[in-house]
């Protein structure tokens, strides 16, 4: 049972846009920042967005993040096939640990 | 640009000790300000934070298992480290280390994110 709630799966045609959700607390996503990290098919985790919209330099401008009160989403816009991974959300908690989503398996039909 | 590479026995016993170590390359771990953590994740399941370590040598567990947790740094080898004891088979898991960085943004937000990963290391529990 994961501390954040994202939806496990997504999917898009390539070119559509695609967003994922991220629902937290008050303890976490309502106090700290959210980020979001993306997992290609057997590699490590990847940042994506950090600071609930910052992309790291490298980061396509086609992935933003935005955040509103204990919630933050993730937006795809022209999907590529290179997409297709897994996707999670985390934010510190005021408990002293970071917290994740349950990961979004994003799928490029 | 620095690189982070997991080390350590693949295979452990239940209720022994797991030991596992993070080199850091490309750079000083004492230089900056930022936390070196441990992640890990169970063969198709999500992420779950262990701890982190500053350089100062300040840590943070989960409380999940921080009864079982030491997060230590050794500077002169430029390494970090995690020990979790009493290990069972709920322990097996692909272990990542990683570099953080954290403050406090506008409008007083803390943030806390892993910029940089190692690649990670399978480690299996079983006797």
């Known amino acids: 049972q994961s501390v954040l709630t994202q939806p496990p799966s997504a999917s898009g045609t390539p070119g559509q846009r695609v967003t994922i959700s991220c629902s937290g607390s008050?303890?976490?996503?309502?106090?700290?920042?959210v980020n979001w990290y993306q997992q290609l098919p057997g590699t490590a985790p990847k940042l994506l967005i950090y600071?609930?919209?910052q992309r790291p330099s490298g980061v396509p401008d086609r992935f933003s993040g935005s955040k509103s009160g204990t919630s933050a989403s993730l937006a795809i816009s022209g999907l590529q096939s290179e997409d297709e991974a897994d996707y999670y959300c985390?934010?510190?908690?005021?408990?002293?640990?970071?917290?994740f989503g349950g990961g979004t398996k994003l799928t490029v039909l | 640009q620095v690189q982070l590479q997991e080390s350590g026995p693949g295979l452990v016993k239940p209720s022994q000790t797991l030991s596992l170590t993070c080199t850091v390359s490309?750079?000083?771990?004492?230089?900056?300000?930022?936390?070196w953590s441990w992640i890990r994740q169970p063969a198709g399941k999500g992420l779950e934070w262990i701890g982190r370590?500053?350089?100062?040598?300040?840590?943070n567990y989960n409380p999940s298992l921080k009864s079982r947790v030491t997060i230590s740094v050794d500077t002169s080898k430029n390494q970090f480290s995690l020990k979790l004891s009493s290990v069972t088979a709920a322990d097996t898991a692909v272990y990542y280390c990683?570099?953080?960085?954290?403050?406090?943004?506008?409008?007083?937000?803390?943030?806390?994110?892993?910029?940089?990963w190692g690649k990670g290391t399978t480690v299996t529990v079983s006797s």
């Open positions: 370590i500053y350089t100062s040598g300040s840590t």
């Open positions: 008050s303890s976490n996503i309502g106090s700290n920042t």
């Open positions: 600071s609930n919209n």
């Open positions: 490309g750079g000083s771990i004492s230089s900056g300000s930022y936390y």
């Open positions: 990683a570099r953080a960085r954290s403050g406090i943004a506008v409008l007083g937000y803390y943030y806390y994110y892993m910029d940089v």
């Open positions: 985390a934010a510190w908690d005021d408990s002293e640990l970071e917290v």
